[in-house]
């Protein structure tokens, strides 16, 4: 028990080391240095000695994976992968917004009689709406616009919305059956890239990053490149809060370059500074940081001074990565025209191959204006020719080159579409609603079995009637991929061994690996 | 019923009406199948409540059968021993017919079939009537008036023993229990060999049987056909069950094996019964492809069915023991120049050469200096690095390398038959080098490659094919 400091006669302040708790949260509440307990302790000169030493050791609070072999952990890397992994860096191209499976890789052949009869109540079952078709009377069924095909030796069923997925769907992973616990953007978008609906929690890249480390000293172990928005989109935001780190260090959440003009700003020294003046500079500014962390003990420190680091070396390997000038024609000629747009989601999946070859160990490129609510028919199109090029251009280009044996390519939105119109049906055009229960997903690459499908909805794609895969499941299945037993891929915070699949049970989805 | 022959038959031996009573026990026993035919239906569950005693009853008659001529033999020093002889005939018998009487109750109780069950059962028959005729003959055999009707009797019987108890046991273990693990050419000498219209290179050889021998076989086998169906050769799964046909050719909607394996799993026809391993969808969808396309027994592939053949590949290699080295290699992980970083938290994983925070400056020597590392790396990443075709020489002695990367470098080609000595090599990247076709076929003598890549060299022109939309 201690007395408060601003009050002499109040009643002593409950010390936190002296509850009943176990000794990690003691340790954590230390460290975690809120501006009251920073005015309180202030007046306590002496007791920074003391808190300092406490502080070191919260610095080494969180463990890595349980490292059998720490005398070689790297420098950048707090783990190693729990077994030889068959992948050793990811692609994920998240379609924001929820992409309508329907119209594009689940075919419902059955679909084309059902034209604007409603959806049996027993399809439907206790079903959550949105706020935005909760007041619908009907639930009119919405077939397709597009005629399907089947493509490959695997005879998969493919939208003519997507003619160049369909040329390598022989080494796609298509997963039918994803499905998630949320049905607004925000949460779902949560939910699919950190594993809970809360914001706060680090996001799968910089699980990665943590667990794995780096590969490249001059590059960000995880990029985030944003797709510039296409106006006549319904485009949902995507915030930052999607590549934190959460309660990880900074270093390991997601560095985001600009979509339009240069991807880093400010990356050139101003005039009159040179590579040593800024050498020089940077040493000075780690001097006064190191001493600034010897003095508080704040563990984001070290992060700040990472972060330093990382920007000088970027300096001179960015202008390097983004120069596609030594491109050779075979490239243009795989991902077409817009790749020459920076911005496009053709330039993003160029860049991220290009990444890809330079060690970044996740990229995760975001293309917005999935959400289609209303005109479908005029919607789907656009995007689709925005996407399915590059999609195809990145996995046919990261084949040839060999690197599609050790990269693991990731499609997915954060959830799938209804197959009832949202708002007036008619034979020309139709709308569509988010929806939880099903979606479809795609891998392809280093760990996962080419040219299988997995999972089936039922005849409305609505319930999942077979081998469904939670989000927590799909996430577990992509580390495993990269080495990684989601099990053992904890950081201990709040008193729980915190993880990206979370505390409920998530399994790896075994039939998905080669 | 057949409790009340055994009353009458354990009194027989003595009696002088005794082989009336043999006689007319064997007949109603070798009358049983006829009267209660095994038709392969399941029939009252109360049968097999007992039934199912019979694997542990029957360990009693043969224990007893068994240690009968032991008696025997050991009787012509300890005649006290002939005595308890006696007794033990007597209690084989006593339990055997109990035995066979759970044993016929059980297969009818199940509705167990096939040539297993029937021959389990005809040599059960034939081994309760032997004993019988053992105990008639015994007395004579004692009083030295018969000295070897006796003996034959109780030679054939333990004979009759051993091969029921094989069926049996084929009928719980499987047929090919003892032959499983015997070397193919002894196997082959004692003329184990499934003869079957399916080809060895079919697609049902290769794809159709592992499923239906996974997860279907073990019922419907030739020990236990369930429902007069084997499913373990290509003619009798086209042959069908009680039934009729399980397979109409090319027409997956009307036949009943697909029927029964995509019922909900609640219902009481679903299959496989009994809460085993469903079949997934995969190997559904498997099974219709090839109905569809007409059950051939010979067919090697299905139109629209794309199974990816994985290469065989060796199997990583585990790496010595590179604990002295560790000083080095952390030195070298905190400095600037080359990085060499383990594979995964287990040492024998090996090590990966990384050099792609400094690859400009990495070249022919800077390479040289890992070769003390060499027995430990699995994987060279030595893409854009400034190294020649003289590395190649080094890397000769890389011999535990699985993955070689040589993308972006000056590399020719030149020097690839030095490449020829890692044995492990599985995948090897020469994009965008100018790798000659007169070098990349002396790369045809590293026996696992299996993944070479050209993309972009003189070896292999650009692909102009993505040029046109389709």
């Given at each position: 028990?201690k ?6 006669d109040?009643?002593?302040?409950l010390?936190?080391?002296h ?23 202030s ?9 300092a ?7 080494l ?24 992994p068959?992948?050793k ?8 917004g ?16 059902q ?5 049996p ?10 706020g935005?078709?909760a007041?619908?009377s ?8 597009w ?29 039918k ?18 594993g809970n609906?809360?914001?706060g ?6 699980w ?8 490249n000293d ?12 296409n ?17 990880l ?6 560095v ?7 991807p880093?700003l400010y990356l ?6 040179d ?10 500014v ?13 563990p ?31 490239t ?25 070859e ?13 959400d ?20 195809y251009?990145l ?18 939105g954060?959830?799938g ?12 055009n139709?709308g ?8 479809t ?19 409305y ?5 077979r ?9 577990a ?6 080495g ?14 915190q ?16 | ?9 354990r009194?027989?031996?003595t ?7 043999v ?19 399941p ?7 007992f ?5 542990v009853l029957?360990?009693?008659?043969i224990?007893?059968?068994?240690l ?15 005595e ?13 017919l ?22 389990h ?49 084929s009928?719980?273990h499987?047929?090919d ?20 219209t399916?080809?060895?290179?079919s697609f ?6 592992p ?9 419907h ?6 429902a ?5 050769t ?8 009680h ?45 219709r492809?090839w109905?569809?396309a ?7 592939t ?13 199997p ?34 090996g090590l ?26 699995v ?9 020649t ?18 993308e972006d ?9 030095k ?32 993944h ?5 060299t ?11 939309a389709?």
């Amino acid at each position: 028990m201690k007395q408060h400091l601003l009050c002499t006669d109040c009643e002593s302040e409950l010390d936190v080391t002296h509850l009943p708790i176990p000794s990690d949260l003691k340790r954590e509440w230390t460290a975690v240095e809120t501006r009251r307990q920073f005015l309180g302790r202030s007046g306590k000169v002496l007791g920074w000695a003391a808190l300092a030493s406490l502080l070191g050791d919260a610095r080494l609070l969180g463990q890595g994976s349980t490292a059998k072999n720490p005398a070689l952990s790297t420098r950048n890397n707090l783990g190693l992968p729990n077994f030889a992994p068959k992948a050793k860096r990811a692609i994920y191209l998240f379609m924001s917004g929820g992409p309508p499976q329907i119209d594009l890789l689940d075919y419902k052949p059955n679909l084309a009689s059902q034209y604007n009869k409603d959806i049996p109540d027993s399809v439907r079952g206790n079903q959550q709406l949105t706020g935005m078709t909760a007041g619908q009377s009907r639930f009119p069924i919405a077939p397709p616009h597009w005629k399907f095909n089947q493509y490959g030796q695997t005879g998969t069923w493919v939208s003519d919305l997507l003619p160049y997925t369909a040329r390598m769907v022989d080494d796609l992973t298509i997963v039918k059956s994803t499905n998630t616990d949320a049905i607004n953007h925000e949460p779902a978008i949560m939910f699919m890239n950190t594993g809970n609906m809360n914001p706060g929690k680090p996001c799968l890249g910089a699980w990665l990053a943590y667990g794995l480390g780096s590969m490249n000293d001059n590059l960000p172990t995880f990029v985030v490149l944003q797709t510039k928005t296409n106006p006549k989109e319904n485009n949902q935001p995507v915030s930052s809060r999607l590549w934190s780190s959460g309660f990880l260090s900074s270093e390991y959440a997601g560095v985001g370059l600009r979509s339009g003009g240069d991807p880093v700003l400010y990356l050139a020294d101003p005039a009159g500074v040179d590579r040593e003046v800024r050498r020089k500079m940077l040493d000075a500014v780690e001097e006064i940081n190191r001493q600034t962390l010897a003095d508080v003990g704040d563990p984001e420190t070290n992060a700040r001074i990472a972060q330093y680091e990382m920007a000088f070396r970027m300096q001179a390997s960015v202008p390097e990565l983004t120069d596609l000038s030594k491109e050779p024609q075979a490239t243009w000629d795989l991902y077409g025209p817009d790749a020459k747009v920076p911005g496009t989601f053709s330039y993003n999946c160029l860049l991220a191959r290009r990444m890809a070859e330079r060690g970044v160990r996740f990229t995760q490129v975001y293309k917005r204006g999935w959400d289609v609510h209303a005109d479908v028919v005029g919607m789907l199109p656009v995007l689709c020719q925005e996407t399915d090029r590059a999609s195809y251009a990145l996995v046919t280009d990261l084949k040839r080159r060999g690197l599609l044996d050790d990269t693991l390519v990731v499609w997915a939105g954060e959830f799938g579409r209804t197959v009832y119109s949202q708002g007036g049906l008619s034979a020309e055009n139709y709308g569509r609603d988010h929806h939880p229960r099903c979606f479809t997903t795609w891998m392809v690459g280093g760990g996962v079995r080419p040219g299988i499908t997995y999972g089936e909805t039922d005849d409305y794609s609505y319930n999942i009637v077979r081998d469904p895969v939670h989000v927590r499941n799909f996430n577990a299945t992509i580390l495993a991929c990269l080495g990684m037993d989601h099990n053992k891929l904890t950081y201990n915070f709040q008193g729980l061994d915190q993880r990206l699949t979370g505390p409920a049970p998530a399994f790896v989805v075994k039939d998905l690996l080669a | 019923m057949i409790a009340a022959e055994k009353v009458s038959v354990r009194r027989a031996f003595t009696s002088p009406s005794s082989w009336i009573r043999v006689v007319g026990a064997s007949v109603l026993l070798i009358a049983l199948p006829f009267v209660l035919r095994l038709d392969g239906r399941p029939h009252a569950d109360w049968l097999q409540l007992f039934g199912r005693f019979h694997p542990v009853l029957l360990h009693i008659p043969i224990g007893l059968i068994v240690l009968l001529p032991i008696l025997e033999i050991a009787s012509a020093k300890s005649p006290a021993l002939r005595e308890a002889a006696d007794l033990v005939l007597r209690a084989a018998l006593a339990t055997a017919l109990p035995t066979l009487t759970l044993g016929y109750m059980l297969a009818y109780g199940a509705g167990d079939t096939g040539p297993a069950v029937s021959r389990h059962m005809a040599g059960a028959i034939a081994l309760c009537i032997g004993l019988m005729l053992c105990m008639l003959t015994r007395s004579a055999w004692i009083a030295h008036r018969q000295p070897h009707v006796y003996p034959v009797f109780l030679a054939i019987t333990i004979l009759i023993l051993v091969w029921t108890s094989h069926q049996g046991g084929s009928i719980t273990h499987g047929s090919d229990y003892l032959t499983h693990y015997m070397p193919p050419s002894v196997r082959a000498a004692l003329g184990v060999n499934i003869k079957d219209t399916a080809t060895p290179d079919s697609f049902y050889t290769h794809h159709v049987y592992p499923i239906l021998d996974a997860k279907c076989v073990s019922c419907h086998n030739a020990s236990s056909a369930k429902a007069g169906l084997r499913l373990d050769t290509y003619d009798h799964l086209m042959r069908g069950g009680h039934d009729g046909a399980v397979i109409s050719a090319g027409k997956p909607e009307t036949s009943m094996l697909l029927a029964r394996v995509t019922l909900p799993t609640d219902d009481k026809h679903f299959m496989p019964a009994e809460g085993r391993t469903p079949l997934t969808t995969g190997e559904i969808s498997l099974l219709r492809a090839w109905i569809r396309a007409g059950a051939s027994p010979t067919a090697t592939t299905i139109p629209g069915v794309y199974i990816a053949t994985t290469p065989s590949e060796l199997p990583p290699q585990p790496v010595g023991d590179y604990s002295a080295l560790v000083p080095e290699i952390l030195k070298m992980q905190t400095g600037q120049g080359a990085k060499l970083v383990p594979v995964s938290s287990k040492p024998s994983d090996g090590l990966i050469l990384r050099t792609v925070d400094i690859a400009p400056a990495f070249g022919d020597t800077q390479l040289a200096a890992f070769r003390k590392f060499a027995p430990y790396i699995v994987e060279a990443e030595l893409g854009r690095t400034a190294i020649t075709d003289a590395a190649c020489e080094t890397l000769g002695a890389f011999t535990h390398l699985r993955a070689l990367h040589l993308e972006d470098t000056q590399i020719t080609g030149t020097s690839f038959p030095k490449l020829v000595a890692l044995k492990e090599l599985t995948y090897l990247n020469l994009n965008s080098t100018k790798t000659t076709p007169q070098s990349v076929a002396a790369l045809k003598n590293i026996s696992q490659l299996r993944h070479l890549y050209l993309f972009n060299t003189p070896a292999q022109p650009e692909q102009t094919s993505t040029r046109n939309a389709p």
